[in-house]
């Protein structure tokens, strides 16, 4: 007797699904980890073959291991100051009822479409040594030093923690404070063994973004730290300064190890235990507080609101007053850029660059999620890892990568406008393609199962059914990606090459040189440009605009 045994068959990948799904290995593999190997090789290299000799002198010099110290410090007190901001304010829009919560809101989220360093640049026009606060009051005090980094990284970061905190206390479901304080809790109590106890994940995640961010920002302490060096600005003057690839590398690598143990340890500190509280029957009401503390709460949160409004304020300011600090006359003369024999082109070069980088980053980030979310070939999910790789990455460590990666054949791409959007594209990848994966999950895969009953293809499927659905979102990658384009920096200081700067790097020349003016005027039109895109957006899209994190 013959035993017949069914075996199920693989379903076959469809070939051009194959053949995107190795396209995007292949770019991800040149654009992300290749970047990342050099980087590693480099500090690695020596004369008779791999060596950790680059590492014994960073740890051996007194001078450098400090610059660590300093960088692990200022980062840690930096992260705590923002975070508590942040839970205030979140806490005051989404759990209370204060006045004016919409401007608070919105005044919290304005730096992310800022470059990260004007809030440095205002904070010199207040408190620098021609400050209008220092002359007004006749002060003798310097905002620049550690305390002027912390400070302006609070500003600067505060969007980031205010976004993933405010998510979470909107979604703590209020009867869980109602028992607490039915037992008997007070509001104290109930805040933080409570609420605080629930928002945990939300607290770890914002501390965990900020530190990252504080820990590798360049532009504050490029502007406003003055003597106080920290490991990016070091890596900037190892790699530009003196072209020492090595030194830069390896610092590179150390900058990155505690971003990578931080990761680990929110990993512990959250734990795999379940902080759900949304269910069927989930409510998030407004509490109302007691008249003192609502007009306390009111003034802290407004406060800090107020404040954003007026560093912002200052920029536009800065660039239409002919001397900051001596001559208040008003005068459009900075507009015309006679400090810089480049004049207005940095602005238009970071148009171009943000519009290539928007339009390659929509296309790219929208395949990737197709291929991940819906096709689903061998290997989508190494492939959904390295797309989300570069959240890991330091701007340093990717500009310092993109260097050595690409300053040789058979890429020998430095100096091209495509690498610098690169940059921009694959280090801003994840939040797009994980927005992108998002909107994949919402449309009914038996929409496409429809389109194929009737005979259409996979391609004319993807064109003719998917994409309508997909322009919002597509939109709001395109202005996402197009907003990074204006404002980074950290990462392109090292790719812009004789003939093509761009105005967030120009800002920091500007300020570095004595012109202030025509920096906050740079500054003011690339806020103009920026806000521009994302109310054209908001046009376009009504409310279902997506918010980004920039």
């Not at 600005?233 to 300064?241: C, D």
């Not at 929509?362 to 989508?380: D, H, M």
């Not at 430095?414 to 690498?419: D, P």
Request: charged content about 10%; glycine content about 8%.
């Amino acid at each position: 007797m013959t035993t017949v045994i069914a075996v199920r068959s693989r379903p076959r990948t469809d070939p051009g699904v194959a053949a995107l799904a190795a396209a995007a290995f292949l770019l991800l593999g040149v654009f992300v980890v290749w970047p990342v190997a050099r980087v590693l090789a480099t500090s690695l290299a020596g004369a008779d073959g791999p060596t950790l000799a680059h590492y014994a002198e960073f740890f051996s010099t007194w001078r450098l291991f400090r610059i660590l110290l300093q960088s692990l410090l200022v980062a840690a007190v930096s992260t705590v100051l923002t975070v508590l901001a942040a839970l205030v304010l979140a806490w005051a829009v989404t759990r209370t009822d204060i006045p004016g919560k919409r401007f608070i809101s919105l005044m919290s989220l304005l730096p992310l479409i800022s470059p990260p360093f004007l809030v440095s640049l205002a904070f010199i026009l207040l408190f620098g040594r021609n400050g209008l606060v220092m002359r007004t009051l006749g002060l003798d005090w310097s905002i620049y030093g550690a305390h002027g980094i912390v400070i302006t990284q609070v500003f600067t970061f505060l969007p980031q923690a205010y976004l993933l905190l405010a998510n979470v206390l909107a979604g703590i479901d209020a009867a869980q404070e109602e028992a607490a304080e039915s037992l008997g809790a007070g509001p104290l109590t109930t805040l933080t063994r409570v609420t605080l106890a629930l928002a945990r994940p939300g607290l770890a995640s914002a501390a965990l973004i900020v530190f990252i961010l504080c820990l590798t920002d360049f532009g504050n302490p490029i502007l406003i730290g003055g003597r106080f060096n920290v490991l990016a600005t070091e890596i900037y003057a190892q790699v530009i300064g003196m072209s020492n690839f090595a030194a830069g590398a390896t610092m590179s690598v150390v900058l990155l190890a505690p971003c990578l143990a931080a990761w680990a340890l929110n990993t512990w500190w959250v734990g795999a235990r379940s902080y759900a509280t949304v269910t069927a029957s989930a409510r998030t009401t407004v509490r109302p507080l007691a008249p003192a503390a609502r007009w306390a709460l009111f003034a802290v949160a407004g406060g800090i609101a107020l404040f954003v409004a007026l560093v912002y304020a200052l920029i536009p300011l800065g660039s239409v007053v002919r001397l900051w600090g001596s001559d208040w006359s008003l005068s459009l003369h900075h507009y015309a850029f006679q400090s810089a024999a480049e004049g207005a082109s940095p602005v238009w070069n970071s148009v171009r660059l943000a519009a290539a980088a928007g339009v390659a980053g929509t296309v790219l980030a929208l395949g990737l999620a197709y291929v991940i979310e819906r096709r689903r070939p061998p290997g989508a999910r190494a492939l959904e890892t390295l797309a989300l790789l570069p959240a890991a990455l330091p701007g340093m460590v990717v500009g310092v990568g993109y260097i050595l990666a690409f300053n040789v054949p058979p890429l020998a791409l430095t100096g091209t406008l495509a690498l610098v959007a690169a940059s921009v594209v694959f280090w801003k990848l994840p939040v797009a393609v994980l927005a992108a994966v998002n909107a994949f999950k919402q449309i009914d895969p038996s929409i496409e199962e429809a389109a194929v009953s009737l005979g259409a293809g996979g391609a004319r499927t993807f064109w003719r059914v998917l994409l309508p659905l997909l322009t919002g979102p597509a939109f709001s990658i395109f202005v996402y990606f197009f907003v990074n384009g204006m404002v980074t920096v950290s990462a392109v200081i090292f790719l812009v090459y004789p003939g093509f700067n761009l105005a967030s790097v120009a800002i920091l020349s500007q300020v570095e040189n004595g012109y202030p003016g025509v920096a906050c005027a740079l500054g003011t039109l690339i806020l103009a440009i920026v806000i521009g895109a994302v109310l054209l957006l908001r046009a376009l899209l009504g409310e279902r605009v997506a918010v980004l994190k920039l």
